[in-house]
């Protein structure tokens, strides 16, 4: 997690080691992160999420994902990576429209 007070640094650094591979947990991930953000003092609050929106590990469902976005304040920002065939647009974009965030669409580089 990359806090606002932290250098862009740090963010460019965080990322460049990060490297997709298993079983996701984006449900859980999700919940997680939006408890974080909800916590902040700050009064605009957001999640930038790079994910295929498929989850196959978590022990959250998508219908307690729904209801925890629907009482928050957190933003949802979608960076789906991906063939458009492999991405869960629906779920990714119903998300984000609940939490009045966006779904933005990036090829997978090989």
Known sequence: ?????QSERHL??????LRAFGTSSLY??????????ERSDHPRKALIVFTDGNDNGSSNTHTRVVQEVEQ??????????????????????SLSDISGGRTFYVPKQE
């Open 28 to 37: 859980d991930g999700l919940i997680y992160s939006m408890e974080q953000a």
């Open 12 to 17: 460019e650094d965080s990322l460049t080691t």
């Open 72 to 93: 928050s304040a957190v933003l949802l920002y979608f960076i789906a990576i991906g063939s458009p065939v492999l991405v869960d647009s629906h779920t990714l974009e």
């Open 1 to 5: 997690m990359h806090d606002a007070k």
